[in-house]
């Protein structure tokens, strides 16, 4: 079946700009991640969601982030003002909610790349 | 969650057995001990998971240890495209909670010809 998918893959961005970054999980996953991994660096938690409301936004960095889930499905992610410290592979993942596991299966990732 | 201790790196001979060790020592009795892998330029793919029981899926085995404080990931035939950053991680997924997943350095396999 389809799995978690991003777009766009590569974004270049010129500081200042606003950029869209969007997420579509894997059909009937109720729980959305996203995630951020700057170069040689681990996984940065950013926002959760259960359906459409975010019960954890706690990582993200600044209030020039800021994410909203749809039809409890596709996910945007939302930087204002770009900086070049937010140059990253923004990742997003979903997973199975209730009694199952809660595997979370990750997408490509966005490639943000601000100039 | 647990953290967990890997080898920065290890070599394997294509068409040869990858065993990737990960300690665990302080695993809960409700966290699971889970395996991925990030191909350059790739999002995180998942490979394997399980709780106690030695575990067996079309890409990988995973071994626990009775005590459950260490595993290993074995990918019986290593190919040339299993060159890949293998991260071992320990969360309660079965839990009422969602999981933040934290990805340490994990371990650079490197499969030569």
């Known amino acids: 079946g389809a799995g978690v998918s991003q777009s766009p893959s590569n974004k270049v961005t010129e500081k200042g700009k606003d950029v869209e970054l969007r997420c579509d999980p894997i059909s009937g996953h109720t729980a959305l991640y996203w995630y951020r991994q700057s170069l040689g660096q681990g996984l940065e938690f950013l926002i959760y969601f259960q359906g459409n409301s975010a019960p954890d936004k706690s990582g993200l960095p600044s209030d020039r982030f800021s994410a909203e889930r749809t039809g409890g499905s596709v996910s945007t992610l939302t930087i204002q003002r770009t900086q070049q410290e937010d140059s990253a592979v923004y990742l997003c993942a979903s997973s199975f909610t209730g009694r199952g596991l809660k595997t979370q299966y990750f997408g490509p990732g966005t490639r943000l790349l601000v100039l | 969650d647990a953290k967990t201790t890997q080898p920065p790196s290890m070599d394997c001979a294509e068409g040869r057995a990858a065993n990737l060790p990960c300690n665990h020592s302080?695993?809960?009795?409700?966290?699971?001990v889970y395996w991925y892998r990030q191909i350059h330029s790739q999002g995180p793919q998942y490979i394997i998971h399980g709780l106690k029981n030695n575990e067996t899926n079309e890409m990988a085995s995973l071994i626990i240890t009775e005590d459950r404080k260490s595993s290993t990931l074995i990918l019986p035939h290593a190919t040339l495209r299993d060159t890949a950053v293998y991260y071992c991680i320990v969360y309660n997924a079965g839990g009422t909670s969602y999981g933040k997943l934290t990805f340490g350095q994990g371990t650079i396999l490197t499969v030569h010809p």
């Open positions: 302080t695993i809960s009795g409700n966290e699971y």
